[in-house]
């Protein structure tokens, strides 16, 4: 069974940085798509970062120059490394993966949307002080 386990999250204050680690189980395809995704309190769940096996990336508006999304085979852990926080990016971060029926729909282009990842891991909280 596949599992996804963030961590590093924490607070700082703005202007701070943190890098997250989602680490997949059991995730043993000869291609895949990760993504991380968050949520804040009484808002809808967003996509921020992905990254497939080719290397492609793609990133929310809101986060593109500041977030780099990265990935080290060797330890089947997926990286975001969170620069310039602001206290909007305060939120529940959630590492996920697409499943194989969704490959050919996010083959060059990592998703956003939260549409296509099938696994999630727990979640990583991260909070941006002002």
């Known amino acids: 069974q596949v599992q996804l386990v963030e961590s590093g999250g924490g607070s700082v204050q703005s202007g701070g940085s943190l890098r997250l680690s989602c680490e997949a189980s059991?995730?043993?395809?000869?291609?895949?798509?990760i993504g991380w995704l968050r949520q804040a309190p009484g808002k809808e769940r967003e996509g921020v970062a992905g990254?497939?096996?080719?290397?492609?990336?793609n990133y929310a508006d809101s986060v593109q120059g500041r977030f780099t999304i990265s990935q080290d085979n060797a330890k089947n852990t997926v990286y975001v490394q969170k620069n310039s926080l602001k206290p909007e990016d305060t939120a529940m971060y959630y590492c996920?993966?697409?499943?194989?029926?969704?490959?050919?729909?996010?083959?060059?282009?990592?998703?956003?949307?939260?549409?296509?990842?099938?696994?999630w891991g727990q979640g990583t909280q991260v909070t941006v002080s002002s």
């Open positions: 990254i497939n096996s080719d290397d492609n990336t």
């Open positions: 059991a995730y043993t395809y000869s291609w895949y798509s």
């Open positions: 996920a993966a697409v499943a194989p029926r969704y490959f050919m729909a996010v083959r060059r282009t990592p998703s956003l949307s939260e549409d296509v990842y099938t696994y």
